[in-house]
C-alpha cells in the first residue's frame, strides 16, 4: 500500500459564523475580530509548505447559511490553499452538512404551496458553487458520490441534504435511497489495493464531549451505518460537525478488521460555537502509512490548533483535545495485552550481562503501543517496571532508560 497524505478540513462555516475575516464574504471583520490576528489563512500555508498531500477533504459546513456568495468565497480560498500546498485540484473533496443547505430557499417549501421541490433546490446550492471535480458515479442527491483515484477511492456521502430552515430532521440523514447507493457503491468500487475513505459531516454514533449534553447530531442510520463499514473494505471515516476533534479505532464482531473514525475539529467558527472558545479551532493532516496484519489501516493524524498570536501550532493532549500531536491510529490490544508487550520491551532491553540500557524510541514500539496516548505510555512503562523492580527515567518521546535496582 502506497504511504498518502490528506489535509482535512471541516467546518469552516464561511460567512457570519466564521471566526477570521479569511473566511467571510468580502473579507468583513467577524464577530469578536481580534486586531492583528495572525492570518489563518496564510500561516495555515506557511506552516505546511513542503509537506505533499495527496488531497484535502472538507468535511460540510462548509458555509454558515447556505448561500451562493459563502459558496463562492469558501471554494475560492480552500482552492487557493490547495494551490498553494500543489494539492491537485481535483483532488479537493467536498462534503457538505446541515449549514450547507439554503434557509432561504428551503423556506419557500412551506410558502409556496408545499412545494417540497424547494427543499431539493436548497441543499443543491453547494453542488453549483462549491463543486467537486472529476467526481463519478454521482448519486441525485448532490454531492454525493466517488472519487476513484490510482491509489485510494473515496465515497462522499451528503448527510446534510434532509436539514431544512425549521430543523424539522434535526440529526444527519442519509435517508434509504442515499444507504442504498452508499451500499452499492462500496461494494463496486472499493479495493483491498487501495486505501477506502468515507467522508461525510455527521457523526455515526454519539460522542462523549466535555460538557454532557443532548446529543442531536448523530447520524439517524448511525448504526446501519457502522455496521455497513464494520463489513466493508472501508479504513478510515472521516466527519466533523461537532467541532471537537476525535479518533479512535475499533473492531466488533462480525467486522472484517478495525475501522477507525476520525472527527476532525472546527477550522474557523467563532468561540461560542467552541464551547465558548474553550475548545481551539483545528484543523489535521491524516496519514495513511501501511496496513497492520489484522488488515486494519495503521496511520496518524496530526492536528494543528489556532491562536491569534501565535498561527497553527501543533497541539498538546488536553481535555478538549484528546489527541497527541501525532496521534498514531489502527492498532488495538487490551491493557493486559500492553502490560505484557511493555514487560517483553523491558526485559529484552535488560538481559542478564546488562544493568542499565535504553528502551526503544517510540517509533520502534509494537504498533499496538504506538497508538496508544503519550500519557498512558507513561504510564504504562513505569507501572511495568515497578512490578519488575526496575528503575526507569525518562518519558517519550524523548529516551526512556532502565537499570536494574
Ligand atoms: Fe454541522
Not at 89 to 106: A, C, K, T
Not at 117 to 136: P, R
Not at 195 to 213: E, G, K, Q
Not at 278 to 304: Q, S
Request: glycine letters at 8%; a negative charge.
Amino acid at each position: 500500500m502506497k504511504e498518502l497524505t490528506f489535509l482535512v478540513f471541516s467546518d469552516i462555516h464561511y460567512g457570519k459564523d466564521a471566526d477570521s475575516s479569511d473566511f467571510t464574504v468580502d473579507a468583513v471583520p467577524p464577530k469578536g475580530h481580534i486586531k492583528n490576528a495572525v492570518s489563518k489563512k496564510q500561516n495555515l500555508v506557511g506552516t505546511l509548505t513542503g509537506k505533499q498531500f495527496n488531497g484535502l477533504f472538507v468535511l460540510g459546513d462548509i458555509t454558515s447559511v447556505g448561500a451562493p456568495a459563502e459558496f463562492v468565497g469558501c471554494s475560492k480560498v480552500v482552492h487557493e490553499i490547495a494551490n498553494q500546498l500543489k494539492i491537485n485540484r481535483n483532488n479537493v473533496m467536498f462534503s457538505y452538512g446541515n449549514h450547507d443547505v439554503n434557509w432561504h430557499i428551503s423556506k419557500l417549501a412551506d410558502l409556496e404551496e408545499k412545494d417540497s421541490l424547494y427543499l431539493n433546490v436548497a441543499a443543491s446550492t453547494g453542488a453549483i458553487f462549491c463543486k467537486n471535480q472529476d467526481f463519478c458515479d454521482a448519486h441525485d442527491i448532490p454531492g454525493t458520490g466517488v472519487f476513484i483515484r490510482e491509489d485510494f477511492v473515496v465515497f462522499v456521502a451528503n448527510s446534510g441534504y434532509y436539514s431544512t430552515h425549521n430543523q424539522e430532521y434535526s440529526h444527519g440523514k442519509l435517508g434509504p435511497e442515499q444507504l442504498a447507493w452508499l451500499r452499492g457503491a462500496i461494494d463496486k468500487h472499493s479495493s483491498a489495493s487501495k486505501w477506502n475513505i468515507l467522508v461525510l459531516h455527521h457523526h455515526p454514533f454519539n460522542y462523549p464531549y466535555p460538557t454532557a449534553v443532548e446529543d442531536i447530531s448523530c447520524l439517524t442510520e448511525g448504526a446501519e451505518l457502522v455496521d455497513l463499514i464494520g463489513q466493508s473494505k472501508i479504513d478510515i471515516v472521516c466527519h466533523g460537525h461537532r467541532h471537537h476533534a476525535k479518533l479512535h479505532t475499533a473492531w466488533q464482531t462480525g467486522w472484517v478488521y478495525p475501522k477507525t473514525f476520525f472527527c476532525a475539529g472546527s477550522l474557523a467558527v467563532t468561540a461560542e460555537q467552541r464551547d465558548n472558545g474553550e475548545i481551539p479551532n483545528t484543523f489535521h493532516t491524516l496519514t495513511l502509512e501501511k496496513r497492520t496484519k489484522t488488515g486494519a489501516a495503521f496511520g496518524n493524524v496530526t492536528t494543528y490548533q489556532y491562536g491569534s498570536g501565535d498561527g497553527w501550532a501543533q497541539v498538546r493532549k488536553s481535555r478538549v483535545i484528546p489527541l497527541d500531536p501525532v496521534q498514531k491510529f489502527g492498532s488495538l490490544a487490551t491493557s493486559i495485552e500492553m502490560q505484557s508487550l511493555a514487560q517483553k520491551i523491558v526485559q529484552s532491553a535488560l538481559p542478564a550481562a546488562v544493568t542499565r540500557a535504553l528502551l526503544p524510541s517510540l517509533d520502534l514500539l509494537p504498533e499496538e503501543l504506538q497508538c496508544v496516548s503519550l500519557s498512558d505510555l507513561n504510564k504504562l512503562f513505569p507501572e511495568v517496571c515497578k512490578k519488575m523492580g526496575v528503575m526507569l527515567t525518562g518519558k517519550y518521546p524523548d529516551e526512556v532508560l532502565v537499570h536494574k535496582i
